[in-house]
């Protein structure tokens, strides 16, 4: 098809063209004496975007799955406990993984659309007053449910609880694009992948580590040859990897890592809200829900829309991608079929995303479901006029005036409070 594909997946995301130069390039001897500066580079300027001063980054050559792997087997031993609260497919497989890696798992079964259950895990971690349990599981962002959970509560509930468990957070559809604040929240080790926030293909793992998950490494039994911490920390000490690197993604990680800086992580994080919220005025207008239950857990880079009953979401998926070439998010495991999801984040503005919903509301009225079109669409730019920043701002020249711009005292302020939420 002529254009471009519409890729609203939640990850991939889109990779920007300036990504794309970035990694086209002629390999190299990654035991060169120039290499190191490469590795250096991005080993510095990674733990900002976690906002960590303390941490320690890992980049392996894996996805997100490889990172829970990683994370879980460097810090603990087999017949470990662990506690995770499980509320959609991520956290779920992530159970799965702690599970298959030989760790007892207490799953807190809870409602897929919420997020996670804070009060729950402040009692259970006080039920186990003899410090059994090591680790807290917790999503950040579960892209199959599009629920973003609280982790701030989390921890406080862990100190509330005054229980030593290390906590970890799969942040693989919330880092680098989302508020996530590993020091602040006290999270020992925070994982993700390349190929979400960082809009870059999927290839790399990666990770930061606390000090007391970098000390629990020495106590740590479980098996663990290719994630061994301990090989990756000796090799990138001298600027280098324990094995083959994955050299063209480290060079769009550099421009990724360059672009958000450019942007300011404030500005990606409140770009994101002001995008999501766009989307969830359109979710409002065609009189539809979101599979999340409450506001508070509304996440800003996934929307999984409900579709009515009697309408299967598998078939708006296959009828935007066939008819539209624009991909949807499928539901997974409990809620296949009941939702799809938009993916709204990485490389991504207004009109794009307004694309994105009219390809939906063409999708889901060719299979019967009963909207207006443009309905959506008109919800999402209105509010897109509303929140939209000065024209100064954006470093646009001065234009003549414009009788159907409102004037200023009409606007609505820019939220810029938003990045603080
Ligand atoms: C995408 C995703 C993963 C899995 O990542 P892969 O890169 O596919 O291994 C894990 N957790 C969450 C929350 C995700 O969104």
Redesign the pocket.
Known sequence: MPGRHFLFV??PTNVPDRILRAMHRAMEDHRSSAFPALTRGILADLPRVFRTERGQPFVFPA????M?EAALANTLSPGDRVLAPRYGQ?SH??IDCAQRLGLRVDVLETEWGEGAPIERIEQALRDDTAHEIKGVLV?????ATGVTSDIGAVRRAMNAARHPAMLYV?G??SIASLDFRMDEWGVDLAIT?S??GFMLP?GL?ILCASPRALAAYDRARCARVFFDFGDMRKANATGYFPYTPALTLLYGLRESLDMMFEEGLDAVVARHHRLAEGCRAAVRAWGLTLCARAPEWYSDTVSAVVVPDGIDAAQVIDVAFRRYDLSLGAGLNKVAGRVFRIGHLGDLNELMLLGALSGVEMAMRDVGIDIALGSGVGAAAEHFRRTAAPLAERGAAPRSPDTSTPAPAERAPVPRAAAAR
């Open positions: 939640p990850g996805t997100g799955t490889g829970w991520f497989l992530f999503v950040h962002n579960e892209t799969d693989v559809s992948g190929q979400k999927a793992g």
